[in-house]
């Protein structure tokens, strides 16, 4: 009888087991070449994108530079002073100077820093600027500006007060509405807008009309930019370091700020 056959099995021996060494590896060549090319985009890139990607990195919560501090945190945690009103006037107006629509405005805005605070008036001109001619509605330009300033505003714990002022050209065409009732009409359609545009309805603290019992050019009362709308950020009531009251550009006879505007209709509204 045969034997049986003899199989004879080789036992194959592997290498040693290599581990996750080579994931670490190939993630680092991966974050590598994404940071790369990261910095080849933002090489090629304009200047408002990498002033703002290098922002963020240097604060990512973007509360750290609010306009007027350098303290992280919310708006509420600092206040205004004289030297920080210039700081919010400078910033303003570059970020209207951007803005190519409203870049041909640029001699019709105003903003000057007063005992009230910083006040930013929006000068008509005689075909209207801001307005449409003898109303109260806003145009284009008006209410592009207005949602500008109220985002920007929005930030600061500052109360916000509203005027509209017009020049001596009687009203008419309109019964009793006069200059007294434009001028109030246009103030609260700023006030309005601006509410609309993101400031919180607590940060008003009065809207004012007066006619043109405070014009801008006394020489011309005819003048058109006489008619405007003032808007000012008030300093906070503890402020010891606002100028003082001799700054105030209501020098020659103007009402104190918190007069109340109630007064007899003057049939002098603007002549638009």
Request: proline share 5%.
């Amino acid at each position: 009888m045969a034997a049986p056959p003899i199989i004879i099995k080789k036992k194959v021996s592997h290498g040693g087991h290599h581990g996750g060494a080579w994931k670490v590896a190939y993630a680092d060549f991966v974050t590598a070449m994404m940071a790369l090319f990261i910095v080849l985009w933002l090489m090629n890139s304009s200047k408002q994108i990498q002033v703002a990607v290098g922002g963020y990195f240097k604060d990512p919560t973007g509360t750290s530079k609010k306009v007027g501090t350098n303290q992280s945190g919310s708006g509420e945690n600092f206040q205004l002073t004289k030297q920080n009103m210039v700081q919010l006037k400078e910033q303003l107006q570059k970020r209207i100077h951007k803005i190519n629509d409203l870049e041909k405005l640029r001699k019709n805005i105003e903003m000057t820093v007063t005992s009230e605070g910083l006040r930013i008036e929006l000068l008509e001109s005689e075909k209207g600027t801001f307005f449409e001619s003898g109303r109260s509605d806003l145009n284009r330009s008006g209410k592009d500006l207005l949602a500008l300033l109220a985002q920007q505003l929005a930030q600061l714990p500052n109360r916000i007060s509203v005027e509209g002022h017009t020049d001596a050209k009687p009203f008419t065409g309109k019964g009793n509405y006069s200059n007294w009732e434009l001028s109030t009409d246009r103030a609260n359609a700023a006030r309005r807008l601006m509410q609309l545009s993101g400031l919180g309805s607590d940060r008003i603290s009065q809207v004012r009309g007066f006619a043109d019992q405070r014009l801008r050019t006394s020489l011309d009362p005819l003048e058109a930019s006489n008619r405007r709308i003032s808007i000012i950020v008030q300093y906070q009531p503890n402020d010891a370091n606002a100028p003082d009251a001799d700054n105030s550009p209501e020098k020659a006879g103007g009402a104190p700020a918190g007069e109340s505007t109630e007064r007899p209709s003057a049939e002098k509204p603007p002549g638009e």
